[in-house]
């Protein structure tokens, strides 16, 4: 009779857990969202509280960067790795004749460096690449429309490609 009632209880549980689409059991909650720590996020134009979306590709394994750029013509950059590892750096826009550069460290002190090269004039979106510490090519996306241009023309879905497989980013 024991199974049985073990059987119920547990039956009851995973029922329980179907209907929420979450079980949250004291301990053994997921942990937060890093992303929820940062700043909220507002395209200025012109102005040095300005911010807009930065997302990157480390390697082709998957691991990837979220975060923000905050400032106009110099700043910030703030976020996190796929993996919750907090990094911080700096950036400046680039001129005529030269590229704008960025530069991250993170805690597990990986460092990384970019150049800007391209801008996409339809979402606003600058593009650029580089190296990390690790030897990691870098593909870098920021802009006020970045999702936008990191979804597919036939497809609603903006992603990261990051890896063997497109990775999924809101």
Known sequence: MRFVTGFGISLCLATVAQASDTLNLEGFSPESDPQSSL????????????????????GVDGT?????????????????????TSCEGNWIAGGPDTPGRASLVCENDIEANVLY??????TGTVIGSGVDSLGRD????SGEKVLQFLTGPED?????????APIPIS
Request: charged share 20%; net charge negative; aromatic share 10%.
């Open 117 to 122: 090269h391209t801008l996409d004039n339809e």
């Open 156 to 164: 609603d879905t903006p992603v990261l490609p990051c890896g063997p």
């Open 64 to 84: 990837y960067f979220d975060g923000q750029a905050h400032g106009w013509d110099t700043g910030i950059v703030i976020g996190y790795l796929d993996d919750g």
């Open 138 to 141: 870098i593909t870098v996306w």
């Open 39 to 58: 700043p909220v996020c507002e395209n200025i134009p012109y102005d040095k509280a300005n911010c807009v979306r930065a997302l990157a590709c480390l």
